[in-house]
């Protein structure tokens, strides 16, 4: 019943909240973003949805235009150099997600699941298979996002997002709601640039966030 339609209920009701309270800044933080640097003012990007369909995410665009595409930016070994100070703090803040309340709202996202993996992350694709998370939505935040983010290894995220697909329910949704808040205000998990670490975990694993 959760799953099926008050899951889904929700989303459109919060999605729909979410963009009349947010729908003056994300027109502030999009002039800024066009004044700030050249280029579009948001980032389109292939990702891999329920059941690994594959949908159009759009974030604010937070890099050059001359930074590649789909390389997630943990592992750049500069990525720092391809953003401006604005684009820092958008991503930091977690500013840059808030266009996908309409996918949201379009029905490609929930609020709530496994963040998103880009059309050729096979190997996040290929491990979640092994914990059936490809098959339910993908989220704005979730379990795995809470519980270290970009510091993840891919199979520990995997993991993660196969815990919440098991355990998916009203209070498991609620307690990565809630736990989303003070991740995001301490900037918890994100990463810019190359590290020793995710060196170590193997160059195979190419989480791709951006």
């Known amino acids: ?29 999009g002039l800024v973003t066009k004044l700030d640097s050249p ?5 389109r990007q292939k990702r891999i949805g329920l059941h690994k369909r594959p949908f159009t995410i759009y974030k604010f665009r937070t890099m050059s235009t001359s930074a ?10 500069d990525a720092k150099a391809l953003m ?7 991503r930091e ?7 996908q309340l309409f996918c949201i709202l379009a029905g490609k996202m929930s609020v709530i699941g496994p963040r998103p993996a ?12 092994r914990y059936g998370a490809n098959d339910v939505k993908p989220g704005l935040t979730g379990w795995a996002q809470i519980n270290g983010r970009d510091e993840l290894s891919i199979p520990e995220k995997a993991r993660l997002d196969g815990e919440y697909a098991q355990q998916l329910s009203f209070l498991f949704d609620a307690r990565c709601f809630f ?15 190359c590290s020793r670490e995710p060196e170590r975990r193997k160059a195979s694993s190419q989480e791709q966030h951006r």
């Open 1 to 29: 019943m959760y799953r099926r339609w008050i899951k889904r209920t929700l989303d459109v009701l919060l999605a729909l909240a979410g963009i009349l309270i947010c729908l003056i800044p994300m027109l502030g933080i």
């Open 84 to 90: 401006t100070k604005w684009q820092r703090f958008l």
């Open 93 to 99: 803040s977690s500013l840059d997600e808030l266009p």
């Open 118 to 129: 880009l059309w050729n992350q096979d190997d996040l694709i290929m491990e979640r298979d």
């Open 39 to 43: 280029g579009p003012v948001l980032f």
């Open 179 to 193: 736990g989303s808040i003070p991740s995001v205000l301490r900037h918890q998990g994100v990463k810019e640039g």
């Open 68 to 77: 590649p595409h789909d390389v997630p930016t943990h592992r750049l070994k």
